[in-house]
Each structure stands twice: as structure tokens, then as C-alpha cells.
């Protein structure tokens, strides 16, 4: 996984996000998996949804507010993988830069991966606001240059 395209996107002495550090993945001591909403007010509105996965946050900005309910499906757009520490950001960042508006945590807590891969993730949410299984599917399978996915609560199996 390469935070390359994270970094150049980012002036460091600009905006107030995180500059990544460099690490490996077994640095990480706890066994619990990094589950994130960022509720960013960028020039279009959005939730980013991140997902840590080898050491880094994989990322999908959704455009509407993602569903606690199942029945509702969101488009949800994957971005470049971004830093462990992206995880506790909130703050401005500045007009100018990539991705300038407000950046607040909307909903944080861990993810335990059910089904993961390429096209297809299926995990359990433990949150605040989002709770139970949930799914990540890519809409084009075949396009690796597609970005567009889905993403949507499934049904709880033990109601
Ligand atoms: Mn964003």
C-alpha cells in the first residue's frame, strides 16, 4: 500500500492534515481494525468512509449521509488511501488546498472484516451512529479505473 498519491496531493506546510509517518503495519499493537466517517464539508458536501487495511485507510467519499438503516444504498467513491493518523483529524483545511472545507468526525469505532476483496467487502461496523454488517461492492468489476462502489447495511441476521 502507498500513501504516494496521499502526499502529493498535500502541501504539508499548508494544510493542517497529517503528514504521514513512516511505519510498517506490525507497528500497530492492538488487534482492533480502524473504522472512520469524516463528515467534510468540501466544496460538495460529503462523508468519507475509511476502512484500515495493511497499515493504511482505504477510502470512499460518499455523497450523502451514510445510512444507519439497511434499505438504502449510497454511491461511495474511492480515493487514494490515506494515513493511519488521518483517523483523529478534524480541522479547516484552507481554501487553495485539495480538499479545502471543514473536516469533522462524524462516526469512528472499529470494523471486523467478514469478506474482503478486490471488488467485495463485507465487514461489521462497531460505531456510534453505524452498527451491524455492512457492504462495499464495486460496480464495474472488470474496470480497474472505475471508482464508483455501493455501500450498504445488510440485513441483521440475528433479528
Ligand atoms: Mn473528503
Known amino acids: 500500500m502507498s500513501l504516494r498519491e496521499y502526499r502529493t496531493k498535500r502541501n504539508f ?35 468519507d468512509l475509511r476502512l484500515e487495511e495493511n497499515g493504511v485507510l482505504k477510502s470512499w467519499a460518499v455523497p450523502k449521509e451514510p445510512p444507519a438503516e439497511e434499505g438504502v444504498r449510497r454511491l461511495a467513491v474511492n480515493v487514494e488511501d490515506h494515513a493511519l493518523e488521518y483517523a483523529d483529524f478534524e480541522g479547516t483545511i484552507p481554501d487553495g488546498e485539495y480538499g479545502a ?8 469505532g472499529s470494523y471486523q472484516p467478514l469478506e474482503m476483496s478486490f471488488s467485495k467487502k463485507v465487514f461489521e461496523i462497531h460505531g456510534k451512529k453505524l452498527n451491524g454488517t455492512y457492504c462495499l461492492i464495486k460496480l464495474k468489476v472488470q474496470d480497474p479505473k472505475d471508482k464508483n462502489w455501493l455501500f450498504f447495511k445488510l440485513k441483521d441476521k440475528t433479528k
Do not use: F
Not at 32 to 40: F, K, P, S, T
Not at 101 to 108: A, N, P, Y
Open 13 to 47: 506546510h499548508a494544510t493542517p492534515e497529517p503528514k504521514p509517518k513512516t511505519r510498517t503495519a506490525k507497528d500497530r499493537k492492538t488487534s482492533d481494525l480502524i473504522y472512520i466517517i469524516q463528515r467534510h464539508q468540501a466544496r460538495r458536501l460529503h462523508w
Open 101 to 108: 472545507g471543514k473536516v469533522e468526525i462524524w462516526d469512528k
